[in-house]
């Protein structure tokens, strides 16, 4: 069966500015002190149950829908093919619920653990679900991750991303309250200093009418300059930090090539992941994987705004003319300077800094968004105004007041706290308190973690207030499909059976199969189109009666 | 090494003394050590809430492949 959420189209964004339909994901570090060698993928289950019991706590029936895998096509090639799943590496297969070996489980906490812990009421390990406010929290690899709803603007992407901070640390405090249990750590960081590094990946809605030629010259160029305003800073050069130093970007030294499909191994600046979780032949999503997880707000807002805005640009076809001549080399080069005067070669024989790339795509940026209206203060589409002003300004105190830009670049912040420590101790910087300095800033407890140890002394600068988050925690967008999707598996969870992206599950009494609702358009779904049907309905059958356009009852058997 | 690099420029600066007069005036004395004092002040609770051995911890935290 088919079946519309909505009645009346989507309403488009406004083009030529920083508003798009985007998302973030994060894969959290994961550390059990006290079980050194417990097994990561057990341990991240445990982390999305214990964070089940919580919800199981907060909402009647509990807000937890498993996921649903039908549209997941992770080996789509955005240039046009599929890998065969033979070739592919076995952590490319994300379409597939990972299954949680047994013999693992035993090995990390002894037999009786599959007997009697670990698994949900229906017997099998939960590894997926979907949250209330339209996220998905489930085990990648060997970490929790979350994923943020669709969002329509950077700032509902610093607050939906920043939920997911909270989502996770309510999972922890579940676990350290259960004395059964060995208390886990949770970091939003990107790599373990070892030769190892997970993902903070960006997700951003575009036409597919744009060549995918385009996307990948507009914006590496964008990318290896990008790390300066929204580095989350790494203690450490080389995959296995076998350099002593300090470096911009977490990510920079993991990337070994420009354009690729994989995301886990021989990572490529552009990645060409084509799985639109939308209508295919209108929209790509573009998937970024090489971002530094932020905790700092508005490194996280410059990330999501300058970007959006980038792709804005590709799709006019004003994107700056320039190339980099070895992309990976420079952008590694750029991760290594934290003076920002190193230069970097152009196809055209110019050199220039990571500093002057970015003007040149904010003055590229601020003329198109200038043209199309996007960016007046007060006609505008409300986001991009801001955006342009917070990214002059982070650049130009980038140039000549980089104390200033401590409160708000996350590799500044970081590097000033560290050199703060160099200077009292006289640590160098191979020392391990500086390594743990590192790793404990991206701790996500408040008492532990060093950002938000300078977050509540008012070091670091604020884009949304705790407020928002914690709202965010709850509440779905308003704006998107994951309004749909949120309000669905909070208003209806017992009878919601599986969502994904792109559509809702039910299993009604009174219908004879399941019911599955596609959601292929991000722009539809939301508070405006299908509000009015959450406040008519408290029970799931009248609900996806009138949503189906069936009347007000169920079908016959 | 922090050490080192502040030592190396010692016979420049002392030339420049002689030539130079009185250092900054006290409201810029004042601003900088109240800096100082938010910084120490940071630090010492920066201290009181830092992993206990720091090798160790540093050590053990080992992650698994992600993408």
């Known amino acids: 069966m088919t079946a519309r959420p909505e009645r009346a189209p989507g309403s488009a964004l406004p083009a030529g500015g920083a508003m798009r339909v985007m998302g973030s994901e994060t894969e959290y570090g994961i550390h059990a002190p006290s079980a050194p060698g417990a097994n990561a993928t057990m341990m991240s289950a445990r982390v999305i149950q214990a964070y089940a019991q919580v919800t199981r706590q907060r909402a009647a029936g509990g807000a937890e829908t498993r996921w649903d895998y039908t549209d997941e096509e992770p080996l789509h090639d955005a240039r046009g093919w599929t890998v065969e799943r033979t070739s592919a590496d076995p952590s490319q297969l994300t379409d597939q619920p990972p299954v949680l070996d047994a013999e693992a489980i035993a090995m990390a906490y002894g037999r ?39 969002v329509t603007n ?12 909270l989502v996770v640390l309510a999972a922890v405090r579940r676990l350290a309250a259960d004395p059964t249990l060995p208390p886990i750590n949770l970091y939003k960081n990107n790599t373990d200093n070892k030769s190892v590094s997970y993902g903070s990946h960006e ?84 998937h970024v994987i090489i971002g530094d997880a932020n905790l700092s707000q508005a490194s996280n807002y410059l990330k999501f705004g300058t970007t959006a805005m980038v ?75 801001a955006v342009l002003e917070r990214w002059a300004a982070t650049l130009s105190q980038l140039d000549n007041d980089r104390s200033a830009a401590a409160s708000s670049v996350e590799w500044l912040a970081k590097l000033s706290l560290l050199e703060g420590y160099r200077q009292r101790d006289g640590l160098s910087w191979d020392n391990a308190r500086l390594g743990l300095i590192d790793l404990q800033w ?26 928002a988050i914690a709202r965010a925690v709850a509440e779905p967008p308003s704006d998107t499909r994951a309004y749909f999707r949120g309000r669905c598996v909070s208003s209806f969870s017992k009878d919601v ?34 509000g009015g049907l959450f406040a008519r309905h408290h029970e799931a059958a009248p609900f996806l009666a009138e949503l189906l356009g069936l009347g007000t009852t169920p079908p016959p058997g | 090494m922090a050490g080192q690099e502040q030592q190396q420029p010692q016979s420049r600066d002392t030339e420049v003394d002689e030539d130079i007069p ?4 006290a409201p810029a004395e004042a601003q900088a050590s109240a800096a100082t004092q938010g910084v120490d002040d940071l630090l010492d609770e920066i201290d009181g809430v830092l992993e206990s051995n720091a090798e160790e911890f540093v050590r053990a935290f080992v992650q698994k492949g992600g993408q």
């Open chain 1, 154 to 165: 950077p700032r509902d992407a610093v607050a939906w991303d920043a939920a997911g901070d």
């Open chain 1, 442 to 467: 991206a701790d996500i407890r408040p008492e532990k973690g060093l950002y938000h140890r300078l977050l509540s002394r008012d070091r670091m600068q604020r884009i949304v207030d705790d407020q």
């Open chain 1, 112 to 150: 009786d653990e599959l007997d009697h812990d670990g698994e949900d009421e229906s017997g099998s390990l939960l590894m997926n679900m979907v949250l209330g406010n339209g996220a998905r929290l489930y085990v990648d690899h060997a970490h929790p991750e979350y994923s943020s709803p669709e």
């Open chain 1, 203 to 286: 997700n951003y809605l575009m036409p597919r009418s744009v060549p995918f030629g385009d996307i990948v010259r507009g914006l590496t160029p964008f990318f290896v300059s990008r790390q300066i305003i929204c580095g989350a800073g790494r203690v450490g050069l080389g995959q296995a930090s076998s350099r002593p130093g300090y470096q911009i970007s977490q990510r920079a030294d993991f990337f070994e090539a420009e354009v690729g499909l994989e995301t886990t191994i021989r990572r490529p600046i552009i990645n060409t992941r084509d799985e639109p979780h939308a209508t295919a032949d209108k929209y790509r999503r573009l």
């Open chain 2, 22 to 25: 009185a250092p900054p005036p």
């Open chain 1, 311 to 385: 792709l804005s640009l590709i799709e006019a076809g004003l994107a700056p003319k320039v190339e980099v001549h070895e992309p990976v080399a420079a952008l590694q080069t750029v991760s290594h300077d934290t003076s920002l005067s190193a230069t970097i070669r152009l196809l055209d024989g110019r050199r220039v800094t990571a500093l002057d790339l970015q003007w040149m795509y904010h003055e590229a940026a601020a003329k198109l968004s200038q043209e199309t209206g996007v960016a007046d203060a007060v006609d505008g589409d409300g986001h991009t105004h």
């Open chain 1, 497 to 530: 059976v599986g969502a994904s992206w792109d559509s809702v599950i039910f299993d009604v009494p009174g219908y004879g199969r399941l019911q599955r609702v596609p959601t292929r358009e991000p722009l539809r779904g939301t508070e405006a189109l299908t």
